[in-house]
């Protein structure tokens, strides 16, 4: 399937999402609204178009691809869509409005469009009533979630009537270029994510009301700590809107008259009193939570909305420490796990907040999709969990959950008893802790889950025995088809000496005339947060500045191998990818990167400057970025580079990476980050079928003029109060290596000299206390200190 051009019908919040989503896929928009001023009759689409451009997370992936999106109206330009592969519905909650539009857009449409709706409230069989066959066979609901660009999420609920074997195709189509985890899901109200989601959060908001715990106390026990969105509960409502909370809420409980638990869709009264006041959460700027004051501090503080008062007020903050312990922990399961089997203030609360919910989520099957998979993704991907109900049922035991369950007198999901009196006890087959076949909850026979040849699992595969060298930090996996990957695991995946180890045998020993080339990638939460800060704080304070020069020589020359390696090197960052992740990400001859990628070179903010090859890979690439342009000489990249450097900006998007020049033109962005590895290997395929190795380059450079130069322009700064003294230290360091240290204009520079230049100034930076300082702040605060 090939969908070129995209008619979105619908400009509001989720409509102009969508539209810089799929804009941002390279496809063309036609962006309709209704009119609502005759003198301006595409307002509310230009309106849309002009607010997406000053979205703050931007929705676009870059400001360029909203060129893509044309506004209009829908009385006047209904004839736009006549070429749309693909027409989405995005028009008021109201089934008449909807049957009105399709039978005005339906002649409009060319033989094969998909149309679709983003409802979650209108059951399918209602919209496509009166619609002739041709359009009942290529309609279906595709709904989104809220922001569109962010959460993976998109439900997908087709008829009788349209072709599987078409439908597939469509889906296969949204998950390859939006990069949407696509959840098939019954015709049932609010779908899977919402129907169980929001029954959650009700639950919880009953609970806060009903026992006056503030909402901020249960946030702290339903975010990180477990393993779910920072945002947890009602951060989350917030968020997404407190009004778009209680619509879905009030949707459940008037078409669903036989849930078993709909009063927990009821609004009450205080939720009633959110919604007459405005209090809508984000949007508004207040919702049941706002920002405070700025503290002594100049801080910034938040308070919490009190119920019994309805005033805002400082927020509660409970001293738990198994909060703190819980922040140790990086794995989802071992962190859910001993959350909530903990006998401590903390665990029972967020027992008493979860449990409800995963005896609702197993009453769903059946009813929102037919098994445990679709309902874990759906909530994974549309609330931002990292484990879903029914892995959260097998991490904690069928069998332990039920039996407190029945010793505190809740109830029990029918399934689960079923299943204990056969004798099963999970909901998925496990196997190198990757499930492979869940529970059919109408034979309790497991179906096999297929896999996705798009898909690589490094777990599943260091269960087969794929895992070719390892160590602490890192392992060497054989991905198959003779391509090797180099995988990181250690904390943050921050980079150090076992990496670094590895990395080095890993080109000189394990790839050489046995594999055609190597990817550079994990699973983790992040490609690389950069390099062991800790190790490198711990060796200035001590004095051990050797060591310190010796860690970043290694780093830079781990780096180099990866690029001169006689065989295909491919990076597959994703996440974030700082500092010296970063680096690597660059030193490898090509890049496969997620389209969510957050790179930057960073070590300006703790005081230091990229030391790992990083002026030297940003020097190589500004020359090609300036030559591109026909901005020849040494000065051009030098500034680039001094400025790319000097900000410690992280690049926002992959493409936002790509023209700034961290990444090259040949570089690939992949929208689904669970095809990243796949397509990282195929990059290497194609690379080992007509290898060329990277030659080494010299540069031109403009030495200490240039310098002088840059640090005319760092004083100025510094006289308008927007660069420190230290400030000032550290990109005196920086413009002397961009520039080539003490050299002439006509001496050529080579890479090893600018490599040097940057471990012996990185080693200087690191003796400074204020650089010290710096570093220490960002370990404790994960904030930036300027001093």
């Known amino acids: 399937m090939n969908i070129k051009k995209i008619g979105v019908l619908g400009s509001g919040v989720m409509g102009s999402g969508i539209a810089a989503h799929v804009a941002s896929a390279g496809c063309q928009v036609e962006l309709l609204d209704i009119v609502i001023d005759e003198a301006a009759p595409d307002k509310l689409a230009e309106g849309a178009l002009a607010a997406l451009a000053k979205s703050k997370p931007a929705l676009a992936m870059h400001a360029s691809f909203l060129k893509k999106i044309r506004p209009g109206n829908l ?29 005005r857009l339906e002649p409009q449409l060319k033989a094969g ?28 609901i595709t709904h989104f979630f809220n922001p569109v660009r962010y959460l993976r999420l998109l439900e997908f609920v087709k008829g009788p009537e349209v072709d599987e074997a078409e439908a597939l195709a469509f889906r296969t189509w949204l998950e390859e270029a939006l990069g949407k985890e696509v959840v098939p899901a019954f015709d049932s109200p609010t779908f899977i994510g919402n129907r169980i989601g929001i029954h959650g959060i009700m639950a ?30 009602f951060r989350t409502a917030d968020l997404a809107g ?45 919702g049941f939570f706002k920002k405070g004051p700025k503290d002594a501090k100049g801080k910034k503080t938040f308070l919490a909305l009190d119920p019994a008062t309805r005033e805002y007020i400082p927020q509660v903050k409970r001293d738990w420490p198994i909060l703190k312990e819980l922040k140790g922990l990086d794995d989802p399961a071992e962190k859910v796990k ?50 879903g109900p029914f892995e959260t049922w097998d991490t904690l035991g069928v069998e332990r959950v039920a039996a407190r369950m029945r010793f505190e007198e809740q109830p029990i999901a029918p399934l689960v008893e079923q299943m204990l009196a056969k004798g099963i006890t999970s909901f998925y087959r496990w196997e190198h802790g990757v499930p492979v076949a869940q529970l059919n909850p109408k034979t309790l026979a497991y179906d096999p889950i297929l896999e996705d040849r798009r898909v690589i699992i490094l777990k599943r595969e260091e269960g087969r025995g794929k895992v070719i060298a390892e160590n602490g930090s890192c392992q060497l996996y054989d991905l198959g088809d003779d391509v090797a990957c180099l995988s990181f695991r250690s904390k943050m995946n921050a980079l150090d000496d076992g990496i670094i180890g590895l990395m080095e045998d890993t080109v000189q020993k394990h790839v050489p005339g046995r594999f055609k080339g ?97 002026c030297l890979q940003m020097l190589l690439r500004m020359e090609e970025a300036m030559a591109a342009k026909g901005e020849l000489g040494p000065m051009p990249k030098v ?79 510094q006289l308008q109060g927007l660069a420190s003294e230290h400030d000032a230290v550290i990109m005196g360091e920086l413009a002397n290596i961009l520039c080539g240290g003490d050299v002439s204009l006509v001496q050529e520079i080579t890479e090893e000299r600018i490599l040097e230049l940057e471990r012996q100034a990185f080693t200087r930076l690191c003796g400074y206390e204020k650089t010290q300082a710096r570093m220490d702040a960002i370990l404790k605060t994960g904030k930036p200190l300027r001093n």
């Open 204 to 233: 919880t908001l009953h609970m806060a009301l009903a026992e006056k715990i503030p909402f901020e106390v249960l946030d702290s026990v339903l975010g990180d700590a477990a393993a779910r969105a920072k945002s947890a509960a």
């Open 518 to 614: 190597l990817v550079l990638g994990n699973q983790g939460q992040h490609f690389s947060a950069g390099a062991n800060l800790v190790m490198v704080l711990n060796a200035a304070k001590d004095k051990q500045f050797d060591l310190i020069e010796e860690v970043a020589r290694r780093l830079q020359y781990a780096g180099r191998m990866l690029t001169y390696a006689p065989f295909p090197t491919v990076s597959a960052p994703f996440n974030l990818a700082l500092g010296g992740g970063c680096e690597m990400t660059m030193a490898c001859q090509r890049t496969v990167g997620h389209a969510e990628l957050y790179i930057g070179l960073v070590e300006v903010g703790v005081g230091v400057i990229p030391a790992g090859g990083g």
């Open 113 to 140: 469009a998909w149309v679709t709706s983003n409802t979650s409230g209108i059951p399918l069989k209602l919209l496509v009533e009166g619609r002739t066959d041709a359009f009942r066979k290529h309609f279906v």
């Open 242 to 286: 407190v009004d778009i909370l209680a619509a879905t809420a009030k949707n459940v409980y008037d078409l669903c008259p036989n849930d078993e638990v709909r009063d927990t869709f009821k609004f009450p009264e205080f939720l009633q009193y959110m919604l007459d006041n405005k209090l809508l959460g984000n949007k508004t700027k207040q």
């Open 639 to 717: 500034k680039a580079a001094f400025q790319a450097i000097g900000t410690a900006n992280v690049n926002t998007s992959f493409d936002e990476a790509q023209r700034n020049g961290y990444l090259r033109r040949t570089d690939r962005r992949v929208m689904n980050k669970a095809f990243l590895l796949h397509e990282a290997k195929q990059e290497v395929l194609k690379m080992a079928a007509d290898f060329q190795p990277v030659k080494e380059r010299t540069l031109r450079l403009p030495g200490r003029g240039g310098s002088e130069a840059l640090k005319m322009a760092v004083r100025d700064f």
């Open 75 to 103: 009385r006047d330009h209904l004839d736009r869509l006549a070429d749309c592969d693909w027409v989405v519905e995005v028009v008021k909650e109201d089934l008449a409005i909807k049957r009105e539009l399709y039978g």
């Open 338 to 387: 001993t959350l909530l089997t903990s006998d401590t203030e903390a665990g029972r609360l967020a027992w008493r907040c979860i449990a409800p919910n995963l005896t609702y989520a197993v009453n769903r099957l059946g009813e929102v999709t037919d098994g445990p998979l679709n309902v874990d993704r759906a909530i994974k991907n549309g609330f931002a969990f990292e484990l």
